[in-house]
């Protein structure tokens, strides 16, 4: 059962537009989420993260909206740039006392077309 | 460089061997955490050992096992090796028990097993 999902396997777009990459999870009691990108052949990178209790982070031209009515979260990037182009991992934690584990999505891979 | 090592960089075996992969977390911090991902698949969360006991068990094959050592290195240990264990493993790390915050991933040890 996959808890966040990312429905879009791949995402195109024109260098200098907006990347819009999104995420959807189905666990209410999730309360803290974290986007992280990935080039080949390296590990994930921390992105950027978003609490539960706010509805957008931003950090430079990474902004994260959450939508908990919804379920719902995605990462803007504006504008978009060649180097973007990498494979994006939404990723979402829950309190459970000292047990915390992140659940990842199945990424969505982002090409910034120059 | 997020700090946390792994060797080897690449690893080719046959099936029904033994391996042992090895992460050095950042300084400092306590828990180790193993992914597996295997060709179009996303990050599967293995296991977390948070200084040297085990913390949380994600989808690990009981053929797979870990520790984590006093200096804090951690070592995966896969047995009975299939073809289908071939995959990029991962380890990250992260200061503290509840680190699904953020997390610092290794350049991972690419697994081929023929």
């Known amino acids: 059962d996959q808890q966040v999902k990312q429905n879009s396997p791949s995402l195109s777009v024109q260098e200098g537009r907006i990347s819009i990459l999104n995420c959807d999870y189905t666990n209410s009691m999730f309360d803290y989420f974290l986007w992280y990108k990935k080039y080949p052949a390296e590990g994930p990178t921390f992105l950027i993260s978003?609490?539960?209790i706010k509805d957008k982070n931003e950090d430079g031209r990474f902004t994260v909206f959450l939508n908990k009515s919804a379920k719902h979260l995605s990462l803007h990037i504006v504008p978009s740039q060649p180097g973007d182009s990498a494979v994006y991992f939404c990723?979402?934690?829950?309190?459970?006392?000292?047990?915390?584990?992140?659940?990842w999505g199945l990424g969505t891979s982002l090409a910034v077309n120059p | 460089d997020s700090g946390v090592t792994q060797t080897p960089k690449h690893l080719i075996t046959a099936t029904g061997q033994r391996v042992t992969l090895r992460c050095s977390p950042r300084s400092g911090d306590l828990s180790v955490y193993w992914y597996q991902q295997s060709l179009d698949q996303g990050l599967q969360f293995l296991i977390q050992?948070?200084?040297?006991?085990?913390?949380a068990k994600g989808n690990i094959l009981e053929r797979f096992s870990a520790q984590q050592f006093p200096d804090l290195h951690s070592e995966l240990n896969l047995s009975s090796l299939e073809l289908g264990d071939s995959a990029l493993y991962f380890c990250?790390?992260?200061?503290?028990?509840?680190?699904?915050?953020?997390?610092?991933f290794g350049p991972g040890t690419r697994l081929t097993v023929t």
């Open positions: 990723a979402a934690s829950r309190d459970a006392g000292n047990n915390r584990k992140l659940i």
């Open positions: 050992y948070y200084n040297g006991e085990e913390r």
């Open positions: 978003i609490s539960s």
């Open positions: 990250a790390s992260s200061k503290g028990l509840a680190g699904a915050y953020e997390q610092y």
